[in-house]
């Protein structure tokens, strides 16, 4: 992900105020190492039947199987993933640190 990138930013938005944590699939191994965890996370709009699967990998690659990302546009179910990795939301609800505003620096 591109944190330059605005479109990412509204994404990460989005993900924030949509309540929804993502759920573990399964991970996966290469001769032993972990390479990539799987994650689906609901649509927002029709979350009863439709999910679409998140691939984080270990060198933070993501991928979503959702229209929009398919077509390269930063969708917010890999922003809700990439902030559930970072430890930045927690069962449903945002971790506020009130210390530090939300401010995105990245890494
Ligand atoms: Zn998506």
Redesign the pocket.
Known sequence: MDLQDKRWATAIQKAMRSGVVPREMYRVYRHGILKATVYT?PSATNPELTS?E?TISQNGNLS???P??THGVP????ALVWLWEHGLIEGGAIWRNSSSHNSSSGQ
């Not at 969708?75 to 890999?78: D, L, N, S, T, Y």
């Open positions: 996370v679409y998140v979503c199987t959702c929009a990302a969708c917010w179910h890999a």
